[in-house]
């Protein structure tokens, strides 16, 4: 159990010491997607989806998400964060949504999870707001992109 970080001795679940580790630039990208019926694509497109402003609302979802990712994942640290960016596109060849979020700190940890929970509840908000007219979406493909900062440096996904 020594290599599973997030255990002590005994095996019971603990929080990282990061302590001594030294803050660097951090940043992290994560991806996701939303599929959903054509017809629900092409109503947020116009404007007539029953919750209003759909894709807006997502990505001020994720936005906030990541901001609180502390208090949802346990043994996460919280992070001040310097940047958190997420992005919600159409996308006509799922159909449906391609999420994508970028987040940014300076920090003695990495923000990868940041950008995961930014994803995730943002298309999740997608989901809440579009379901009134299409019960059949999906979420998926969610996964961290990039990440930079910290002993391990840069990762980029291929």
């Known amino acids: 159990m020594s290599d599973l970080t997030h255990l002590d001795e005994a095996g019971k679940a603990r929080m990282v010491d990061v302590s001594s580790k030294e803050v660097t630039a951090r940043t992290a990208t994560a991806a996701g997607t939303v599929n959903c019926q054509r017809e629900t694509l092409e109503r947020e497109r116009a404007g007539t989806s029953p919750k209003g402003s759909v894709i807006q609302t997502a990505e001020l979802a994720g936005i906030m998400a990541a901001k609180r990712t502390s208090e949802l994942i346990p043994l996460c640290h919280p992070l001040s964060l310097t940047l958190v960016r997420v992005t919600v596109e159409a996308d006509d060849g799922l159909p449906g949504f391609r999420v994508s979020s970028e987040v940014r700190a300076n920090a003695v940890t990495g923000v990868e999870m940041e950008a995961l929970t930014a994803v995730s509840v943002a298309c999740l908000t997608l989901f ?19 990440k930079t900062g910290g002993k391990s440096g840069e990762w980029r996904r291929e």
């Not at 809440?128 to 990039?146: F, N, P, Q």
């Open 128 to 146: 809440d707001m579009l379901k009134a007219i299409d019960r059949s979406m999906t979420i998926g493909d969610v996964h961290v992109t990039s």
